[in-house]
């Protein structure tokens, strides 16, 4: 067991490769057939191997891998069945985050970090309202606006839609009706407290790449519980994290072991109603950010959740139960069994449907990056404590964190909003111009008066540096220090 991270047994036990952790991974099966268990396992052994992983918590049920497990009879009796030797409970590293702000430090990133193609899918906006919001964000970076938060974005949108017919000539056409849809959808966002996820100070991907004192790697475990209502907030905002780590870490190529494991669940939802554009990056950052270092491992009910482009490239596999009550679930299992190399001594058509609570079919690389064949498997159990932390116990790690008080406290600098509100109350004070006969004195025309305020806006702060993610950049990406 040495030189693979286990997870299972069948006769022998079944491992991750370190080397081929990267290649990507698979975890599916029918709600409460051990997927969460196995993702458990699988962290526990990263972070015993000193890789750090990024985890989203949807059942509020992952916080006890913090605790040494309790003295539980059938775990005892799980790990004298499969023989594990050596075993132990134990806690492991954990960092709490939250995007609210609530249950963790809390997440934020800038709007303009985050770009107007993802932005186009929180905001569920058609074609043409995504080549408006497009636009704003032309004009924000052509003026040299900081777009921070999300009343920075309402700010630009508006200047737009008040001034369409100036900026035909230059960006285009600008549809009123685009503009009011982008800014009812704002309201909906924000009425799902998705403002908080926008601003300052936004977060450092290095303090989700950290390991403890004793080498272990840090478990990031979000609490998504409350997220996940917002379903297509949860899945583009860890888009944007794993497009962020795509963008930003340096090529590695081939490794001993990766650099950071990223656990995606409920990854359909990754999926459902993607526009093709988005499809095309999605498949991009998964192809290549495996030589960054970063291992990605969906974890959903079915393979078919996952389109073919990008399941073909997820080589580590555990497969647990799916039920087939109806012709379509027979159907999903069959195709489900498709994806596993062949093992002429197993069915696994049949396998699929008759595995228990804790088996499942599992397929790891090989040495040589070749699926092994399927076999079935127990998987096994975890070191860490199955019951959830309790408030109590939350609280006082949140305290003791390395980051604790890092991004507690929301910064709001001069950005889009400030300079645009304050050149509109200028603009408001100023006398009218008098009326002369003959050649009349030139006046500024309003582009050339938003282009001097912005541009006074930047010689106060060689901090105005425009950042735009893999999924929507225009500039490129600007390395952020801490201020």
């Not at 299972?8 to 991974?25: I, T, V």
């Not at 569920?124 to 003026?143: I, P, W």
């Not at 777009?147 to 230059?170: C, F």
């Not at 270092?293 to 555990?318: M, S």
Request: hydrophobic share 45%; proline share 4%; with cysteine.
């Amino acid at each position: 067991m040495r030189d693979q991270l286990a997870v299972a047994k069948a006769e022998d036990f079944l491992g991750l490769l370190p080397s081929m952790a990267n290649r990507h991974g698979l975890i599916t099966g029918a709600t409460g057939t051990g997927k969460t268990v196995t993702l458990r396992v699988m962290a526990e052994a990263f972070s015993e191997l000193g890789v750090p992983v990024v985890m989203s918590d949807v059942k509020g049920d992952l916080s006890g891998l913090a605790m040494g497990g309790d003295s539980d009879e059938k775990i005892r009796q799980r790990v004298h069945e499969l023989g594990v030797d050596g075993f132990s409970f134990r806690g492991f590293p954990v960092v709490f985050w939250d995007l609210y702000g609530e249950r963790g430090h809390p997440i934020r990133t800038t709007v303009s970090e985050m770009g107007p193609l993802l932005l186009s899918r929180v905001l569920n906006l058609n074609d043409t309202q995504s080549g408006v919001l497009n636009l704003a964000f032309r004009v924000a970076d052509d003026h040299g606006l900081l777009l921070l938060d999300l009343k920075d974005l309402r700010a630009i949108v508006q200047y737009v839609g008040d001034h369409a017919a100036e900026l035909k000539t230059e960006y285009g056409n600008v549809s009123s009706a685009s503009i009011g849809a982008i800014q009812r959808n704002l309201l909906a966002l924000e009425s799902q407290d998705g403002e908080r996820f926008f601003g300052e100070p936004a977060l450092e991907l290095d303090d989700l790449i950290q390991t403890a004192q004793d080498g272990s790697g840090c478990i990031n475990i979000i609490a998504a519980d409350r997220l996940i209502q917002a379903p297509t907030l949860y899945a583009t905002f860890l888009l944007w994290l794993l497009a962020e780590l795509f963008d930003r870490l340096p090529e590695v190529g081939d490794v001993s072991k990766p650099k950071l494991v990223f656990f995606f669940d409920e990854a359909h939802l990754l999926f459902d109603d993607a526009p093709d554009a988005l499809m095309d990056k999605i498949e991009q950052v998964v192809r290549l950010i495996r030589s960054k270092g970063v291992g990605v491992y969906f974890v959903t009910q079915n393979p078919i959740d996952i389109p073919d482009r990008v399941l073909g490239q997820l080589g580590n596999r555990v497969q647990h139960a799916l039920r087939a009550f109806t012709p379509k679930d027979q159907k999903a299992i069959r195709a489900a069994a498709e994806t596993f190399r062949i093992n002429p001594q197993l069915d696994v058509v049949s396998a699929i449907a008759e595995l228990g609570v804790g088996e499942a079919l599992v397929s790891f690389l090989d040495q040589r990056g070749q699926p092994a064949v399927v076999e079935r498997a127990r998987v096994l159990p975890p070191r860490s404590r199955l019951k959830p932390l309790s408030d109590e116990e939350r609280g006082v790690l949140l305290r003791q964190s390395t980051l604790a008080g890092t991004y507690d406290t929301a910064v709001d600098r001069e950005s889009a909003y400030e300079i645009l509100r304050s050149r509109a109350a200028d603009e408001a004070a100023a006398p009218a111009p008098e009326k002369r006969s003959g050649a009349a004195r030139r006046t500024d025309t309003v582009l050339e008066a938003f282009a001097k305020t912005a541009a006074r806006s930047m010689a106060k702060s060689i901090s105005n540096q425009l950042v735009r993610g893999v999924l929507g950049s225009w500039l490129g990406t600007t390395s952020r220090k801490r201020r």
